[in-house]
């Protein structure tokens, strides 16, 4: 079987006799070209609006990144900001530490940072070291301010305890340590205190810091107070018209513990005091010019 093309114009005339099978080849091969034409420029197309999609996901991305950036170098600068003002701080608590050692009577150098632990750098590139070598600065400086409280608060009982002073904040020295004669017998006695003379009802303070022991009336010493200072020290303060603290309480240096009087064996207001050395008077003269 063919198929006879047949052309005929004004000055030409052309005959073309083709096969059915040469006909159905050429339109399959026609077919074919036709649609890989048609493909390409569809995948073309729908590459060219991927490529658009991806790229405006990224632009959007980069902008995230780049306000991520400024947002976080903010952070970082507040944080550097931050580590300042603690190195700061830090750099005054050492001073003020090695004052406060200095004017305990103690080494300095064994309450204040080494120079290793005072340097930092607050750059962002060791921002996180920085901060957890502060950190540990900061645990060694309690841990110093710790001893240099115990050591402190143990000079200062040590030191309130210390017998100084006057037992009256007014009042002047009557009598003295030693043999004298007896106001009572007028023959010669041991007076083993110092008496204050002084107006009744005034103050009588502790010299020092301690324990009340004795709190009540005594055969010759009349309203008596004792306080034990530790050490083996204890006062008394005799010939009181009034108490002002009971056994058992702590006592601090110069707080009132009774009102001048004129009780027991007494011939008129004034504080009878002594000082007890492991059980025994001696002179309080030393102790109380301190």
């Known amino acids: ?159 309130q305890s210390e017998l100084a002073g006057r037992p009256v904040g007014k009042g002047w020295l009557s009598s003295y340590y030693g043999v004298r004669k007896d106001p009572f017998t007028g023959r010669p006695a041991m007076h083993k205190g110092i008496d204050f003379a002084g107006k009744e009802g005034e103050d009588v303070i502790a010299t020092g810091a301690g324990v009340v022991t004795w709190s009540g009336s005594r055969y010759g010493y009349g309203n008596l107070v004792e306080i034990d200072h530790g050490n083996g020290l204890r006062t008394r303060y005799g010939h009181n018209a009034e108490l002002t603290v009971e056994v058992g309480d702590v006592v601090t240096k110069g707080q009132g513990i009774a009102l001048v009087g004129n009780t027991g064996r007494s011939t008129g207001a004034h504080v009878h005091y002594e000082v007890l050395k492991n059980g025994q008077q001696v002179d309080p003269l030393p102790f109380i010019y301190r």
């Open 1 to 159: 079987m063919s198929f006879t093309i047949l052309y005929k114009g004004k000055n030409h005339r052309f005959v073309k006799r083709i096969s059915a099978r040469k006909l159905l080849s050429v339109t399959v091969i026609a077919s074919i070209v036709f649609l890989i034409s048609s493909r390409s420029t569809e995948s073309v197309y729908e590459n060219h609006v991927r490529v658009n999609v991806i790229k405006t996901g990224l632009e959007q991305q980069a902008k995230l990144v780049d306000q991520l950036k400024t947002d976080t170098l903010e952070q970082v600068g507040g944080i550097v900001n931050q580590v300042a003002i603690m190195q700061n701080r830090i750099n005054k608590m050492e001073l003020l530490t090695a004052t406060m050692a200095e004017n305990a009577g103690l080494n300095k150098e064994d309450f204040t940072l080494n120079e290793e632990m005072q340097t930092f750098d607050a750059s962002e590139s060791s921002l996180t070291n920085q901060i957890n070598k502060m950190a540990e600065t900061l645990d060694f400086k309690i841990q110093q301010l710790t001893a240099l409280e115990s050591l402190m608060m143990g000079l200062n009982i040590e030191r």
